[in-house]
């Protein structure tokens, strides 16, 4: 069974960086896509950031510049390196592994979440 587990969450003041790290494990194949979504209280969750096998970007355009997006397609692993955060940057940040497999069958894994708090 297919297990996305985050880490690295926690509190930093304004300004600061924090690294989110996310293991895959249970897969015998490796991810099309990997990402970070996050769901601040009473929002919508919203991309982040999501890296293809190939190594393509997206970011969200409150966070381009500021965030950077990696991953290491032989362990299925997938980090976040977070620069001069911001208090609108507080929120539950989820990994997440989608894509397709073999006759196009879909798949759509998420970790349970990590919580980043920016204050001072």
């Known amino acids: 069974q297919v297990q996305l587990v985050e880490s690295g969450g926690g509190l930093v003041q304004p300004g600061g960086s924090l690294r989110l790290s996310c293991a895959g494990s249970?897969?015998?194949?490796?991810?099309?896509?990997m990402g970070w979504y996050r769901q601040a209280p009473g929002k919508q969750r919203e991309l982040v950031a999501a890296?293809?096998?190939?190594?393509?970007?997206n970011y969200a355009d409150s966070v381009k510049d500021r965030f950077s997006i990696s991953r290491n397609n032989a362990i299925n692993t997938v980090s976040l390196q977070m620069n001069n955060l911001k208090p609108e940057d507080t929120a539950v940040y989820y990994c997440?592994?989608?894509?397709?497999?073999?006759?196009?069958?879909?798949?759509?894994?998420w970790g349970r979440g990590t919580q980043v708090t920016v204050s001072s």
């Open positions: 249970g897969s015998t194949f490796t991810f099309n896509s």
């Open positions: 997440n592994a989608w894509g397709q497999r073999n006759r196009g069958i879909p798949y759509d894994y």
């Open positions: 890296i293809t096998i190939g190594g393509g970007t």
